[in-house]
T-cell receptor
């Protein structure tokens, strides 16, 4: 089992709809969780970080964390064509020495 | 000015050549990382450094070496480049005080012929 798993996609959503991305992780001791957005050929940029169970909202983005079920999700409301990118989930895996471990990413396509 | 810079941004080299990729940061962070990214494989950690005297191997360190010349500089070397080292390389930094958030440089696209 990979330490951080994401569906590779592509996740195709119509413009204006909600895109829902999921990420599962293996280490129950993980404390820090991140979502990065990466456009093709560009560097990852941080969208959200979340540390506690529940929801965290920032503009059109909402991160949801459920430590008991070991998943973290990202919702993108009112999806725009500019949201078309790969979204990387990253988890601080304590068993890996407090480094971030990245999932393979989910590619999102927002169609006008 | 960018907080994390990488040079060169693009490099084409031949098999067997030694090359160095450089990373500099003005964020004042103690921790620095080198990743490579291949299509469909996500980001994989090559080396990381939690301070100038602390350097550690990541999951794919074979064929690579690093040097932490100063808090702000972290270089990655390919001693004898091979074609399967063709990839996009990213440097990242984070602050030890600890939200673990990593900030990435713009990347270096390396092609080994």
């Amino acid at each position: 089992q990979k330490e951080v798993e994401q569906n590779s996609g592509p996740l195709s959503v119509p413009e204006g709809a909600i895109a829902s991305l999921n990420c599962t992780y293996s280490d129950r001791g993980s404390q820090s969780f991140f979502w990065y957005r990466q456009y093709s050929g560009k560097s990852p940029e941080l969208i959200m970080s979340i540390y506690s169970n529940g929801d965290k909202e920032d503009g059109r983005f909402t991160a949801q964390l459920n430590k008991a079920s070991q998943y973290v999700s990202l919702l993108i409301r009112d999806s725009q064509p500019s949201d078309s990118a790969t979204y990387l989930c990253a988890v601080n895996i304590k068993a890996a020495g407090n480094k971030l471990t990245f999932g393979g990413g989910t590619r999102v396509l927002v169609k006008p | 000015d960018a907080d994390v810079t990488q040079t060169p941004r693009n490099r084409i080299t031949k098999t067997g050549k030694r090359i160095m990729l450089e990373c500099s940061q003005t964020k004042g962070h103690d921790r620095m990382y080198w990743y490579r990214q291949d299509p469909g494989l996500g980001l994989r950690l090559i080396y990381y450094s939690f301070d100038v005297k602390d350097i550690n191997k990541g999951e794919i360190s074979d064929g690579y070496s690093v040097s932490r010349q100063a808090q702000a500089k972290f270089s990655l070397s390919l001693e004898s480049a091979i074609p399967n080292q063709t990839a996009l390389y990213f440097c990242a930094t984070s602050d030890r005080t600890g939200t673990d958030t990593q900030y990435f440089g713009p990347g270096t696209r390396l092609t080994v012929l």
